[in-house]
């Protein structure tokens, strides 16, 4: 039997992938993580599909209802939101699969950093601005490794992806702005992709402020760097003058 851990993508259904609603279409037994994932998703399960939110679940609960799945031949479809290898916490529950003697395989989902760069209609990476892009978060009751601390990340200037931070925006911005400058184009895009999705833009200097104002703490991202401005020069790949395997250069 198997254990298949699925990227629930960023909330619309529309953005799983196509292996991932054929397994769930097709689901005997389904582990959800209620608080995050969007019901719409869950309509694609079959009607006498088995379901447990995870959200009330501990580790050895979680898993123990996997082992009951396979006992019966079963498998089991364990819907992370977003993308699974991501914040997932998805390791833990392989060790004790290993240690069961249960497979498991990975479907990925379209994380939220893309699905709110979709959103913002912009380009996380910038010609001669920035080229890296960051997908980091801040410490809470899980720290952070000294070397990944916000400080140290932002000496790259690259453009940063903060995760599971918007209740401590004021805190990011006083870290960031030493480093961006005030000026810094800054975006909060809650509920990437959902039907109450909402976006915030702004700078270093008011982006706390206003998500202060639209009262948002959880469940939005974090997007900084001056990669989301427009004001940046354009790609040389489409450059007339400029070649590779696939096009000579012309003279303008």
Avoid at 2 to 22: C, H, I, Q, S
Avoid at 35 to 58: F, Q, W, Y
Avoid at 191 to 218: E, F, Y
Avoid at 226 to 240: C, Q, T, V
Wanted: aromatic share 6%; charged share 20%.
């Amino acid at each position: 039997m198997m254990v298949y851990f699925v990227g629930a993508g960023p909330g619309d259904p529309e953005l799983l992938t196509r292996k991932a609603e054929r397994l769930l279409r097709n689901a005997a037994v389904c582990i959800y993580a209620g608080s995050l994932v969007n019901p719409d998703i869950l309509t694609l399960l079959p009607p006498d599909a088995e379901r447990h939110d995870s959200a009330s679940m501990t580790l050895e609960q979680t898993v123990a209802a996997m082992r009951g799945a396979a006992e019966r031949g079963l498998d089991t479809i364990r819907l992370h939101s977003g993308e699974p290898a991501l914040y997932g916490a998805i390791r833990e529950q392989m060790n004790l699969l290993d240690q069961y003697g249960i497979s498991y395989q990975v479907v990925p989902g379209i994380s939220a950093f893309q699905a709110a760069a979709a959103a913002l209609t912009t380009e996380l990476t910038a010609p001669e601005v920035s080229q890296t892009v960051i997908l980091t978060r801040t410490a809470g009751r899980t720290p952070m490794p000294e070397k990944e601390s916000l400080e140290q990340l932002a000496a790259s200037r690259s453009t940063l992806c903060i995760y599971l931070s918007t209740h401590k925006i004021d805190e990011v911005s006083t870290t960031l702005t030493p480093f961006y400058g005030p000026d810094c184009p800054v975006a909060v895009v809650y509920h990437a992709s959902w039907p109450d999705q909402q976006i915030l833009r702004g700078t270093l200097v008011d982006i706390a402020r206003q998500a202060a104002q639209a009262g948002l703490q959880k469940t939005a991202l974090i997007v900084v760097g001056h990669a989301l401005g427009r004001d940046i020069p354009a790609s040389k790949l489409y450059d007339a003058a400029f070649s590779h395997e696939y096009r000579i250069a012309t003279e303008p």
